[in-house]
């Protein structure tokens, strides 16, 4: 922190104080506006889901901002019965 931010601190501590908490309040409704309307992914990994037409849930452990782990479910990788449309025809 600065030593004018340490004045102002100092001299205002209410005042900066709210406009902490209101910048923190913008930041956390951005991130529930992105969660809301899917805006998780990059540009290139939602390419990537489109190339190999990724069909599954992908999932995130997040803590302090890092990620601590990630995975998915193999929905991409099954095949369809075959067995159930031979029997039809």
Request: no cysteine; aromatic share 8%.
């Amino acid at each position: 922190m600065s030593y004018r931010a340490l004045i102002l601190q100092e001299r205002y501590p209410a005042m900066i104080e709210i406009q902490l908490h209101d910048s923190e309040e913008k930041q956390f409704a951005e991130f529930r506006r992105k969660v809301r309307s899917a805006e998780l992914l990059s540009a290139a990994m939602q390419r990537l889901l489109q190339t190999i037409r990724f069909n599954g849930r992908l999932s995130l452990l997040v803590q302090n901002g890092q990620v601590l782990k990630s995975g998915y479910e193999e929905g991409y990788f099954r095949q369809p019965q075959q067995g159930s449309a031979a029997r039809m025809q």
